[in-house]
């Protein structure tokens, strides 16, 4: 028989101890492939190194939750940042190559040159396209107004200024200006001999002779454009007698006079007004130019002039442009109605009320004011040097 190798006692009874302990634990919490591996020599020792890890973390009850705070390390290198730069550049010049897909994906310098080429009527309906193009309108209006004005109507923009608001006037110029017109300031007393204007509102713009007769022109702009139809047409305009002031008409001025107000506010409203004088004169020179029976002198239009859309023509020489309409009775022989302007043969060239006019007449009633004694009431005309007449009326 062979020989069988000898085993003590004390050493059968320690083997035998550890693989029922590390029976015991198998059952318990040990993991599946570790209970079936055999306990045999190394294989049992890193089987019992296993199962102790495992009753260590069973045990472990009172301890808090470990929290995964691991970060992926970012990767910072001159290969990564040179990759990253030819990515983007492919990234642009595809984009560049997408068209447009409307006006605001333009450039805005092109943007703005499209704009400041159309006309005043246009460019309402442009802010009626959508809420973001009429934001960039209303937030370039001082801008794109500025520039239509310089290029379309230079001369109507010199005849036809925007009076001063009340608000903008200081103490002393409301001060001389009450001392200057006294009780002229109720506007029942304003010219109240034309029904075809409605009073301006000493409340809402200054009451200078300048400002006065600057909302009188701008009203008869909106009045005369109204009319535009029935002198083309042949129709009689409404008369109204002496005394009298229909319903009708009070509407109608009342409308005109809101025309103007948006204007002092809006230099959207300010150039449409434009617009409308300048297409309205134009009417008129075509209309007396097909009347045989009229041989008046007028100002030299072409087509190409009307198809401009600008007041170029109007700074050649002509007829005075200063009759004032007192009445619609004048619409009808009234062509190119440009106030605040004469011409100088001597220099061969129109002048024009300085824009600053506003200011020199507050500057001369204040210092009346000053001059005169305090029981000696002002005089309530305006004084003559302020604007000759031949450049007003």
């Not at 492919?90 to 190559?97: L, M």
Request: hydrophobic fraction near 35%.
């Amino acid at each position: 028989m062979p020989a069988t190798p000898s085993t003590s006692r004390s050493g059968r009874h320690s083997q035998s101890s550890i693989v029922s302990d590390v029976s015991a634990v198998n059952v318990v919490v040990g993991p599946p492939e570790i209970a079936n591996t055999s306990t045999t020599g190394i294989t049992t020792k890193t089987k019992v190194k296993a199962t102790v890890l495992y009753e260590d973390d069973a045990g472990a009850d009172g301890l808090e939750p470990l929290v995964d705070l691991t970060q992926a390390i970012p990767l910072h290198s001159k290969k990564t940042d040179r990759k990253q730069k030819r990515r983007d550049k492919k990234e642009a010049k595809r984009a560049s190559t997408v068209p447009p897909r409307g006006m605001l994906d333009l450039p805005y310098e092109l943007l703005y040159s499209i704009i400041t080429l159309v006309e005043p009527r246009e460019l309402f309906v442009l802010c009626r396209v959508n809420k973001s193009l009429r934001n960039f309108i209303l937030s370039q209006e001082h801008l794109i107004t500025r520039d239509i004005i310089a290029w379309r109507y230079p001369s109507l923009s010199k005849c036809f200024r925007l009076p001063v608001l009340a608000q903008d006037l200081d103490e002393n110029a409301r001060r001389a200006l009450n001392e200057a017109y006294g009780d002229a300031l109720s506007p029942r007393r304003v010219n109240a001999n034309y029904k075809h204007v409605q009073s301006p509102d000493p409340s809402l713009v200054c009451f200078c002779y300048t400002c006065r007769l600057r909302w009188i022109f701008l009203c008869i702009i909106v009045d005369f454009a109204h009319w535009q139809h029935h002198l083309d047409n042949g129709l009689p305009i409404p008369t109204i007698p002496r005394g009298a002031d229909p319903d009708w008409n009070k509407k109608l001025v009342a409308e005109h006079a809101q025309v103007v107000v948006k204007a002092l506010h809006s230099q959207l409203w300010y150039v449409r007004l434009l617009q409308a004088h300048l297409t309205s004169i134009t009417r008129s020179i075509r209309r007396n130019t097909a009347n045989q029976g009229n041989r008046r002198s007028r100002f030299r239009m072409t087509p190409s002039d009307v198809a401009s859309g600008t007041d170029a023509f109007l700074d050649r020489s002509g007829p005075p442009t200063v009759d004032f309409p007192y009445n619609r009775d004048n619409y009808d022989m009234l062509e190119a109605f440009m106030s605040s302007r004469s011409w100088i043969k001597d220099d061969g060239k129109w002048v024009y009320v300085p824009a600053d006019q506003h200011e020199r007449e507050l500057r001369l009633l204040e210092r009346q004011r000053q001059e005169a004694p305090s029981s000696t009431a002002v005089s309530q005309t305006p004084p003559a040097a302020l604007v000759p007449r031949s450049m007003i009326f």
